[in-house]
């Protein structure tokens, strides 16, 4: 199986969509990420048939797709707000696609659905008596009842609360792998990413900037809008000082950090607040090559975490425990120490 998609899409002078996409047999679940706004879902209609292109082209195991109406697409849709019909119970949203089968078949395949995704019992309630976990899996049994060779998911999870997200996200996981359905999954969440995805296709102002894996995306951006978008607290411009033994000093504001050496001179300085380790006084010891002296800005909740933007010269963000900001009594305006390996910092080519 592979998936050849080249997306040009104009809306009108201010944007465009030109994307490509290249899904492997052997990385079937591919995770189309970045910010609102960065075309991912005009991505995923192009591909479904429900926007149409000029140009570019969509090719599916060997089969061009580009002039096939949508509904000749063997592809699974589910939309961010799963759009049930409200006025159908949950069988009758399921069958909506099967009407070409005999009523045998049609049986047949809604109770191998409903038993896969665990979801029999509600057969005769309606889309508002469900909660938004049971809404979930009645749009994805919609898609999938259809057998589809392709399988769409537009931000699968982002109408959950965080506590459903968690349990529905393993499902669907544990339940993309065991069908093996190619899938392209659209979303903004890294958990999702690190989660679900064999591939990664960060975009960003309707191209794709990097495909890589997500661990290696996430770990090592190769660009400064990929490292916004996938969530590195920290991106300051840095010019390199010196470079001694594999490593190299640089200018970031008005400090000096080391990082691991490469070669140019300019760089994006990219930290992760989750590697920046915060003291109020400086350490004896330490294999940290980073120590820098900064005052406490502001201190805010990040989930479980608290970020804390400290100013070394830079701004600089760490996140650390609640726990944390109460032992070392963080408040805005203390003096405290920034601790962070060298390999902490990531460095892209300006």
């Known amino acids: 199986m592979e ?76 939309f961010q707000e799963y759009a049930l019909f409200p006025h159908l119970d949950v069988e009758s949203n399921i069958a909506y696609g099967l009407k070409r089968l005999t009523s045998a078949e049609r049986s047949k395949r809604i109770d191998d659905i409903v038993s896969t995704l665990q979801i029999q ?71 999702d990413a690190l989660a679900l995805g064999d591939q990664m296709f960060v975009m960003s102002r309707g191209r794709v900037l990097q495909t890589g894996s997500p661990q290696d995306v996430l770990t090592r951006p190769q660009h400064r809008e990929v490292a916004s978008a996938v969530g590195v607290e920290t991106v300051a411009s840095g010019r390199v000082k010196s470079r001694d033994s594999g490593v190299v000093v640089l200018e970031v504001g008005s400090a000096q950090l080391v990082a691991a050496d490469r070669e140019g001179a300019d760089f994006y300085v990219c930290i992760r607040g989750e590697d920046v380790t915060l003291e109020r006084g400086r350490a004896e010891r330490s294999s940290a090559r980073n120590h820098l002296k900064g005052t406490v800005r502001d201190i805010a909740p990040a989930g479980i975490l608290m970020k804390v933007t400290v100013d070394v010269g830079f701004t600089l963000v760490a996140l650390v425990t609640r726990q944390a900001v109460e032992d070392l009594s963080l408040t805005p305006g203390a003096e405290v120490f920034a601790v962070f390996k060298a390999s902490a910092v990531h460095l892209i080519g300006k």
């Open 121 to 191: 019992d509600l057969r005769r309630q309606r889309p508002a008596e469900l909660s938004g976990g049971q809404q979930q899996r009645v749009a994805l049994a919609r898609a999938l009842v259809r057998e589809p060779k392709l399988l769409l998911l537009d931000e699968p999870f982002a109408a959950l609360d965080i506590g459903t997200r968690d349990h529905v996200r393993t499902e669907v996981s544990r339940l993309l792998r065991s069908l093996r359905i190619p899938t392209i999954v659209v979303t903004h969440d890294w958990v």
């Open 3 to 78: 998936l050849i998609a080249e997306i040009r899409k104009r809306f009108d002078s201010r944007f465009s969509v030109e994307a490509a996409l290249y899904l492997r047999g052997d990385a079937p679940i591919g995770i189309l990420f970045g910010p609102s706004g960065a075309g991912k879902t005009t991505v995923l209609r192009c591909i479904a048939g429900l926007e149409t292109m000029k140009d570019g082209r969509i090719v599916f195991d060997g089969q061009a797709w580009t002039n096939i109406p949508p509904q000749q697409r063997p592809v699974g849709y589910v």
